[in-house]
T-cell receptor, first 114, second 112 residues
Framework: EPEVTQTPSHQVTQMGQEVILRCVPI?????FYWYRQILGQKVEFLVS????????KSEIFDDQFSVERPDGSNFTLKIRSTKLEDSAMYFC????????????FGPGTRLTVL | SQKIEQNSEALNIQEGKTATLTCNYT??????LQWYRQDPGRGPVFLLL?????KEKRKERLKVTFDTTLKQSLFHITASQPADSATYLC???????????FGTGTQLKVEL
Protein backbone atom coordinates (compact mmCIF):
# COMPACT_ATOMS: atom_id res chain seq x y z
CA GLU A 1 0.00 0.00 0.00
CA PRO A 2 1.46 3.40 -0.94
CA GLU A 3 2.46 5.65 1.92
CA VAL A 4 3.91 9.06 2.65
CA THR A 5 7.53 8.93 3.75
CA GLN A 6 9.54 11.54 5.63
CA THR A 7 13.23 12.03 6.32
CA PRO A 8 14.96 12.34 8.64
CA SER A 9 12.99 10.74 11.44
CA HIS A 10 14.81 12.92 13.98
CA GLN A 11 16.71 16.15 13.41
CA VAL A 12 18.68 17.96 16.08
CA THR A 13 19.87 21.46 15.32
CA GLN A 14 21.23 24.54 17.02
CA MET A 15 19.08 27.63 17.38
CA GLY A 16 19.52 29.92 14.39
CA GLN A 17 20.44 27.13 11.98
CA GLU A 18 18.50 26.28 8.84
CA VAL A 19 16.79 22.91 8.53
CA ILE A 20 15.10 21.20 5.62
CA LEU A 21 12.55 18.51 6.29
CA ARG A 22 11.80 16.18 3.42
CA CYS A 23 8.70 14.33 2.38
CA VAL A 24 7.78 12.02 -0.47
CA PRO A 25 3.98 12.15 -0.90
CA ILE A 26 1.96 9.34 -2.44
CA UNK A 27 2.72 9.37 -6.15
CA UNK A 28 -0.67 10.17 -7.67
CA UNK A 29 -1.61 12.74 -5.05
CA UNK A 30 -1.91 16.38 -6.04
CA UNK A 31 -2.37 18.24 -2.73
CA PHE A 32 0.34 18.47 -0.11
CA TYR A 33 0.40 19.71 3.46
CA TRP A 34 2.64 20.32 6.43
CA TYR A 35 1.41 20.13 10.00
CA ARG A 36 3.24 20.28 13.28
CA GLN A 37 2.58 18.93 16.74
CA ILE A 38 4.34 20.34 19.77
CA LEU A 39 4.76 17.67 22.46
CA GLY A 40 1.49 17.12 24.30
CA GLN A 41 -0.45 19.53 22.09
CA LYS A 42 -2.76 19.18 19.11
CA VAL A 43 -1.82 18.77 15.49
CA GLU A 44 -1.67 22.24 13.88
CA PHE A 45 -1.93 23.15 10.21
CA LEU A 46 1.02 25.00 8.70
CA VAL A 47 0.58 25.14 4.93
CA SER A 48 -1.12 23.56 1.95
CA UNK A 49 0.39 23.35 -1.53
CA UNK A 50 -1.06 22.64 -4.93
CA UNK A 51 0.12 23.14 -8.49
CA UNK A 52 3.48 24.46 -7.31
CA UNK A 53 2.11 27.18 -5.13
CA UNK A 54 0.85 27.70 -1.61
CA UNK A 55 -2.93 27.38 -1.34
CA UNK A 56 -3.26 28.41 2.27
CA LYS A 57 -0.99 29.04 5.24
CA SER A 58 -1.50 29.55 8.95
CA GLU A 59 -0.24 32.33 11.19
CA ILE A 60 2.53 29.98 12.31
CA PHE A 61 3.89 29.83 8.77
CA ASP A 62 5.79 33.13 8.80
CA ASP A 63 8.71 34.34 6.70
CA GLN A 64 11.03 31.86 8.38
CA PHE A 65 9.18 28.99 6.71
CA SER A 66 9.10 28.01 3.06
CA VAL A 67 7.95 25.01 1.06
CA GLU A 68 9.10 23.65 -2.23
CA ARG A 69 8.45 20.79 -4.60
CA PRO A 70 11.88 20.62 -6.20
CA ASP A 71 11.07 17.66 -8.43
CA GLY A 72 8.18 15.34 -9.21
CA SER A 73 8.41 13.40 -5.99
CA ASN A 74 9.80 15.43 -3.08
CA PHE A 75 8.07 18.08 -0.99
CA THR A 76 10.21 20.03 1.46
CA LEU A 77 9.72 22.35 4.41
CA LYS A 78 12.54 24.75 5.17
CA ILE A 79 12.93 26.68 8.38
CA ARG A 80 15.54 29.39 7.80
CA SER A 81 16.57 30.31 11.33
CA THR A 82 15.26 27.86 13.87
CA LYS A 83 14.00 28.93 17.27
CA LEU A 84 13.61 26.87 20.42
CA GLU A 85 9.83 26.98 19.98
CA ASP A 86 10.12 25.29 16.59
CA SER A 87 10.85 22.03 18.41
CA ALA A 88 7.99 19.73 17.45
CA MET A 89 6.94 16.79 15.32
CA TYR A 90 6.43 17.86 11.73
CA PHE A 91 4.02 15.83 9.64
CA CYS A 92 3.70 15.86 5.90
CA UNK A 93 0.38 14.82 4.37
CA UNK A 94 -1.00 14.39 0.89
CA UNK A 95 -4.38 14.05 -0.71
CA UNK A 96 -5.43 12.73 -4.08
CA UNK A 97 -7.93 15.37 -5.12
CA UNK A 98 -9.54 18.52 -3.89
CA UNK A 99 -12.92 17.11 -3.00
CA UNK A 100 -13.60 16.23 0.57
CA UNK A 101 -11.59 13.17 1.40
CA UNK A 102 -8.93 11.95 3.72
CA UNK A 103 -5.38 13.14 4.02
CA UNK A 104 -2.60 10.58 4.30
CA PHE A 105 0.03 11.46 6.87
CA GLY A 106 3.67 10.52 7.02
CA PRO A 107 5.38 9.18 10.16
CA GLY A 108 6.77 12.61 11.03
CA THR A 109 10.13 14.24 11.67
CA ARG A 110 10.96 15.08 15.25
CA LEU A 111 12.78 18.42 15.23
CA THR A 112 14.74 19.33 18.34
CA VAL A 113 16.20 22.84 18.51
CA LEU A 114 18.88 23.33 21.16
CA SER B 1 -12.06 29.85 13.16
CA GLN B 2 -13.58 26.71 14.58
CA LYS B 3 -12.96 25.63 18.11
CA ILE B 4 -13.04 21.85 18.43
CA GLU B 5 -13.47 20.25 21.81
CA GLN B 6 -12.68 16.69 22.68
CA ASN B 7 -12.59 15.23 26.15
CA SER B 8 -9.02 15.71 27.29
CA GLU B 9 -9.34 13.11 30.03
CA ALA B 10 -8.28 9.62 29.06
CA LEU B 11 -11.06 7.10 28.61
CA ASN B 12 -10.40 3.72 30.22
CA ILE B 13 -12.68 0.83 29.33
CA GLN B 14 -12.66 -2.93 29.57
CA GLU B 15 -12.05 -5.16 26.61
CA GLY B 16 -15.25 -6.06 24.82
CA LYS B 17 -17.11 -2.90 25.83
CA THR B 18 -18.11 -0.06 23.54
CA ALA B 19 -16.02 3.10 23.66
CA THR B 20 -17.75 6.37 22.86
CA LEU B 21 -15.74 9.50 22.18
CA THR B 22 -17.19 12.98 21.71
CA CYS B 23 -16.25 15.85 19.43
CA ASN B 24 -17.97 19.22 19.75
CA TYR B 25 -17.40 22.25 17.54
CA THR B 26 -18.45 25.81 18.10
CA UNK B 27 -19.07 27.66 14.88
CA UNK B 28 -20.56 26.84 11.52
CA UNK B 29 -21.25 23.24 10.65
CA UNK B 30 -18.59 21.87 8.36
CA UNK B 31 -19.36 20.05 5.15
CA UNK B 32 -17.73 17.00 6.61
CA LEU B 33 -15.90 15.77 9.67
CA GLN B 34 -13.13 13.22 9.97
CA TRP B 35 -11.77 10.93 12.66
CA TYR B 36 -8.15 9.90 12.86
CA ARG B 37 -6.18 7.59 15.11
CA GLN B 38 -2.76 8.58 16.42
CA ASP B 39 -0.32 6.28 18.15
CA PRO B 40 2.54 7.74 20.25
CA GLY B 41 5.26 9.26 18.07
CA ARG B 42 3.36 8.52 14.86
CA GLY B 43 1.34 10.47 12.33
CA PRO B 44 -2.47 10.50 12.32
CA VAL B 45 -4.14 7.67 10.43
CA PHE B 46 -7.48 8.28 8.77
CA LEU B 47 -10.40 6.21 10.05
CA LEU B 48 -13.73 7.61 8.90
CA LEU B 49 -15.25 10.62 7.17
CA UNK B 50 -18.88 11.67 7.57
CA UNK B 51 -20.62 14.32 5.51
CA UNK B 52 -23.12 16.87 6.80
CA UNK B 53 -26.02 15.11 5.10
CA UNK B 54 -25.12 11.76 6.69
CA LYS B 55 -26.39 10.91 10.16
CA GLU B 56 -24.25 7.83 10.63
CA LYS B 57 -21.32 6.04 9.04
CA ARG B 58 -19.96 2.59 9.83
CA LYS B 59 -16.77 0.72 9.10
CA GLU B 60 -16.29 -2.67 10.70
CA ARG B 61 -16.35 -2.06 14.48
CA LEU B 62 -16.35 1.72 14.08
CA LYS B 63 -19.37 3.99 13.94
CA VAL B 64 -19.54 7.77 13.63
CA THR B 65 -22.56 9.99 14.03
CA PHE B 66 -22.89 13.64 13.06
CA ASP B 67 -25.50 15.93 14.58
CA THR B 68 -25.33 19.40 13.04
CA THR B 69 -28.02 20.68 15.41
CA LEU B 70 -25.99 19.76 18.47
CA LYS B 71 -22.71 20.56 16.63
CA GLN B 72 -21.42 17.22 17.75
CA SER B 73 -19.96 14.00 16.43
CA LEU B 74 -19.76 10.76 18.36
CA PHE B 75 -17.23 8.06 17.59
CA HIS B 76 -17.95 4.52 18.76
CA ILE B 77 -15.72 1.46 18.85
CA THR B 78 -17.69 -1.70 19.57
CA ALA B 79 -16.17 -4.89 21.02
CA SER B 80 -13.08 -2.90 21.93
CA GLN B 81 -9.68 -4.58 22.06
CA PRO B 82 -6.39 -3.59 23.70
CA ALA B 83 -5.06 -2.89 20.20
CA ASP B 84 -7.62 -0.07 19.95
CA SER B 85 -5.68 1.84 22.63
CA ALA B 86 -4.55 5.09 21.03
CA THR B 87 -5.46 8.78 20.81
CA TYR B 88 -8.43 9.54 18.59
CA LEU B 89 -8.57 12.90 16.83
CA CYS B 90 -11.55 14.71 15.42
CA UNK B 91 -10.81 17.00 12.47
CA UNK B 92 -12.79 19.57 10.50
CA UNK B 93 -12.00 21.10 7.17
CA UNK B 94 -11.90 24.88 7.36
CA UNK B 95 -10.29 25.72 4.07
CA UNK B 96 -12.67 24.22 1.56
CA UNK B 97 -10.42 21.20 1.35
CA UNK B 98 -7.21 23.11 1.97
CA UNK B 99 -6.58 22.39 5.63
CA UNK B 100 -7.71 20.35 8.59
CA UNK B 101 -8.27 21.72 12.07
CA PHE B 102 -7.78 19.08 14.72
CA GLY B 103 -9.10 18.69 18.21
CA THR B 104 -6.73 17.86 21.03
CA GLY B 105 -7.74 14.22 20.88
CA THR B 106 -8.99 11.76 23.45
CA GLN B 107 -6.72 8.99 24.67
CA LEU B 108 -8.44 5.62 24.83
CA LYS B 109 -7.08 2.76 26.94
CA VAL B 110 -8.66 -0.64 26.58
CA GLU B 111 -7.80 -2.93 29.47
CA LEU B 112 -7.94 -6.70 29.64
Amino acid sequence: EPEVTQTPSHQVTQMGQEVILRCVPISNHLYFYWYRQILGQKVEFLVSFYNNEISEKSEIFDDQFSVERPDGSNFTLKIRSTKLEDSAMYFCASKREFSYNEQFFGPGTRLTVL
Amino acid sequence: SQKIEQNSEALNIQEGKTATLTCNYTNYSPAYLQWYRQDPGRGPVFLLLIRENEKEKRKERLKVTFDTTLKQSLFHITASQPADSATYLCALDEGGGNKLTFGTGTQLKVEL
